[in-house]
């Protein structure tokens, strides 16, 4: 059936694209059904009497029925239209996407453009001699992936201007050195330098701690071997050590002296008389004279006043004569005394004053040493004469201290809550997870953004973005000891062992979206007659980048009119004649246009304008990926990014739209409840995904928000997304909210299925199939944050898949996840866990259970 108009019966409009929701019914706007109503109607139709045209036949070559079918023809286009202008004025049903954009408009949205996304550049600068040792990365520096095969590159542009230098390569923190603990059970140890001069049979005291009301704990022991490592780095002199015991010494007594003191008693000597001969060998008449007297008549058995030495009376202290002369006793060195049958059988003393004289007694004679020491010893070893062994002191050294790995921040408390005392000694503490100490002088300006990468203690590897807030330069009490404390603008997530982590201080942030290779853009002249004067730009898309405000992002572009910089606005509502303010506007071919507030000054091509171009979701790149240097700069090696590039997102789709209007205007900026933040949120640059709950921590509430970026991954530690999404969130929420924002971690599920299908459908078409569903349902894009998975959830999905016949789970798993009795994958959201310890409540973040489709496997069911 043809009519007037060329329809076939079904009409033009009917092979267009019809909308999915469509208010009303579509059929009745249809050809035939206009004709057959028509025709239904005319031979209804009654007059004089009758209905003449009840025998109105139906062909088409009747002129009549012609006639009503040029009418229906008429009626099916002027139907259809109406039918989608009014289609096209519902947010549902539409079509149009330039109708959906001025209908939300209405409603105070603004579709989110493509946005670029954001990356930090990690610039190695060469040090080969004769490498330039600073060098000036521009703004403006393109830099690019390496397309593999049939890939189109990716280009990402620097934001702004650094200055790069090779010692920022890569900044190590400085290392915490520990002295080796000492105790009885201790059977070597390194001493610092080759000099020490110990031999074997030298005792030694090792300093092994100190308490708190002035008694410090020392190991002595025999030296049994020594090894002079003078090829080591650094050299040493190893001490083999047998018979340790600890003593307890007043600290004064062993002065000055601190932990890793190393004390060589390398001189040996006896009192004098210690060799004297026995007197009950000698003649009676000398026994008798020269004995000690015994109150019977007995002859004496020992030598009168046998002795080691005697009180002082002017100073009382105690003064001994040695055996000979020893050239290395001087005052304030320290002597061990050892006798066995002593109580205790060690003491150690202090030379106070040495002097070298001659003495005469117990049938000897000779020259000798008189030390002064400390009268406290003379009971227990004064009447020892022949067995105590005097050890004087020949040298001093310092224990060998080595590296001691620690986690950086730095942020136990120490006892009682109060600050840790220092992590290397002669610097201030850092115990605050905001900064750490970096080894030698970096001036790391203010403001600089830097790159943390290291190992966690269980081996992770975690890399993370921080700003500098300021450095602090100091010395450790030596030129070749200096340290930079850095502290960063914000709580570090990481934490690093200090053997692993490297701070990258040649950091650059870049954005993809690209400039012209024009330059700035002559976009026309201005007249001051024109109102709301309007410049469309010559290239497209414009590019978007991150900026603060409610909605994260902001035209790349700066518009002069004479060279009078211009302020981008929002709107241009209450704006005067005399504003310096623009709007960018949306065209419906895709491009965009500057309007202007106020009246422009005349002029000839007097309105320029410099942007920039490109950003999309294809900018969302992986870590070391950006490695190509498009625009060479001398002085730079090598360029890569080693956090992922991410908060790049394309323009909104129609669907998007149908759903983000809604949102906006819940929200108008404002954030109240827990659904605007999680709408709030979702209109920010860079958020795929969020969701907020409310938490505790002790008596005070906050809100968590927990947000994916549009890639649907857990946004990077210390990215500017997560800084700028709270800023923003907290300029919108009333006065007083608590608001932490956190990532998520993913638990990746991997099911298997054993599958029966119909055998009329090709098998592989069927798991694709159900493979596709699965993803559908439950991949990172479709499953909420913190939600468990039924296994009959799965089950339930496959089954509805055309061509399953039955379907069997066998398997059910996730990463550290065990199934519960009700065959569900747990999958808690954000808590706060309280440690056993007395430190904060932390927060652990929700989880997410996802499916790829590489990781569901199917195999055949049977029986």
């Not at 290239?539 to 518009?559: D, F, M, T």
């Not at 979701?617 to 002085?635: E, F, K, R």
């Not at 907290?730 to 054993?754: E, K």
Request: net charge neutral; charged share 20%; hydrophobic share 40%.
């Amino acid at each position: 059936m043809s009519c007037a108009c060329g329809c076939d019966g079904v009409g033009w409009a009917s092979r267009a694209r019809t909308p999915a929701r469509l208010p009303g019914d579509p059929a009745r706007f249809r050809y035939g059904a206009i004709l057959e109503r028509l025709l239904d109607r005319i031979s209804q139709a009654q007059a004089l009497g009758g209905r003449p045209l009840a025998t109105l036949g139906r062909s088409p070559d009747d002129p009549a029925v012609a006639l009503l079918a040029a009418a229906a023809g008429a009626h099916h286009v002027l139907g259809w239209t109406l039918h989608r202008l009014a289609v096209d004025s519902t947010l549902p049903g539409t079509e149009d996407r330039a109708a959906l954009v001025r209908l939300t408009g209405m409603l105070g949205h603004v579709p989110r453009p493509a946005i670029a996304a954001e990356a930090l550049l990690a610039f190695r600068v060469g040090t080969l001699p004769g490498a330039p040792d600073v060098v000036t990365v521009p703004r403006g520096l393109r830099v690019g992936t390496v397309p593999e095969q049939g890939e189109l590159p990716v280009t990402f542009e620097t934001d702004a201007t650094v200055e790069a230098r090779g010692a920022w390569n890569a900044l190590p923190p400085l290392r915490a050195f520990a002295l080796p603990p000492v105790s009885e059970g201790t059977r070597s140890v390194e001493v610092e330098g080759i000099t020490l001069g110990a031999r074997a049979g030298d005792r030694v005291l090792v300093h092994a701690g100190s308490d708190e009301d002035g008694t410090s704990s020392w190991l002595l022991a025999r030296v049994t071997d020594v090894d002079v490592a003078a090829s080591a780095e650094p050299a040493r002199t190893v001490l083999t050590l047998a018979g340790g015991q600890l003593l307890s010494v007043d600290t004064v007594l062993t002065e000055p002296s601190g932990p890793g003191t190393v004390i060589l008693l390398g001189q040996r000597a006896q009192a004098f008389g210690a060799t004297a001969p026995d007197i009950t060998f000698m003649p009676d008449a000398v026994r008798i004279e020269h004995g000690e007297e015994l109150p019977s008549k007995r002859l004496p058995v020992e030598w009168k006043n046998f002795v080691m030495g005697a009180l002082s009376d002017h100073d009382g202290l105690w003064n001994i004569h040695l055996d000979t002369v020893h050239p290395q006793a001087a005052p304030d060195r320290v002597v061990v005394l050892e006798a066995a049958s002593a109580d205790p059988p060690v003491g150690v003393a202090r030379v106070s004053a040495v002097r070298e004289t001659a003495q005469t007694d117990f049938g000897l004679s000779a020259r000798c040493t008189r030390i002064t020491l400390n009268p406290d010893l003379c009971q227990d070893f004064n009447v020892k004469v022949r067995e105590t062994v005097i050890h004087g002191e020949t040298a001093r050294g310092t224990l060998l201290a080595h590296l001691q790995e620690r986690v950086l921040p730095v942020t136990d408390p120490g006892p009682g809550g109060e600050p840790a005392p220092p992590q290397h000694p002669g610097f201030p503490p850092q115990n605050l997870p905001d900064r750490f100490y970096l080894a030698g002088k970096p001036t790391l300006p203010p403001g600089r953004q830097v790159i943390l990468t290291g190992r966690t203690a269980g081996g992770r590897t975690v890399t993370e973005a921080a700003t500098v807030l300021r450095v602090e330069h100091h010395s450790g009490g030596s030129p070749v000891r200096q340290a930079t404390l850095v502290v960063f603008d914000a709580a570090l997530a990481g934490r690093w062992t200090d053997a692993t982590l490297t701070v990258i201080g040649n950091v650059v942030p870049s954005s993809h979206a690209l400039t012209p290779a024009t330059g700035a853009e002559t976009l026309g002249s201005g007249d001051p007659a024109a109102v709301l004067p309007r410049f469309p730009l010559g290239q497209s898309p414009l590019a978007h980048v991150a900026a603060p405000g409610p909605r994260g992002y902001a035209p790349a572009i700066e518009a002069r009119v004479d060279d009078r910089r211009y302020e981008p606005a929002d709107t241009l509502y209450g704006e005067g004649p005399d504003s310096h303010r623009f709007q960018v506007t949306e065209r419906p071919d895709g491009g965009s246009e500057l309007r202007f507030a106020g009246r422009l000054p005349s002029g000839t091509g007097n309105v320029v304008a410099l942007y920039r171009v490109g950003g999309g979701s294809a900018g969302n790149l992986p870590d070391g990926q950006l490695t190509q240097i498009v625009t060479p700069v001398t002085g730079v090696a090598s360029v890569t990014n080693p956090l992922a590039a991410e908060g790049g997102s394309d323009a909104e789709t129609i669907e998007e739209l149908r759903t983000a209007a809604p949102r906006a205007v819940r929200t108008l900026d404002r954030v109240v409840s827990l659904t605007d933040f999680e709408a709030f949120a979702q209109a920010y640059r860079g958020v795929g995904k969020a969701s907020a709950v409310e938490l505790r921590a002790g008596l005070r509430r906050f809100v968590c928000l927990t947000v994916a970026t549009t890639s649907l991954a857990p946004p990077a530690p210390g990215s500017d997304l997560v800084a700028g999404l709270h800023a923003a969130l907290v300029a919108a929420a009333p006065p007083g909210t608590r608001l932490r924002i956190a990532g998520f971690v993913d638990l990746p599920m991997t099911l298997a299925l054993a599958l029966a299908s119909d055998p009329d459908l090709p098998r592989p078409r069927v798991e694709a199939a159900v493979r596709a569903a699965l993803v559908r349902d439950f991949g990172r894009s479709a499953r909420p944050f913190g939600t468990a998975v039924h296994r009959s959830q799965i089950t339930a999905t496959a089954q509805g898949v055309p061509g399953v016949r039955a379907v069997l789970l066998t398997r059910f798993s996730a990463p550290g996840v065990t199934p519960d009795a009700q065959g569900r994958l747990p999958c808690p959201g954000p808590v706060m866990v309280t440690g056993p310890g007395p430190g904060p409540a932390r927060l652990e973040p929700a989880r997410l259970l996802s499916v790829a489709g590489g990781d569901i496997t199917f195999t055949e069911l049977t029986g």
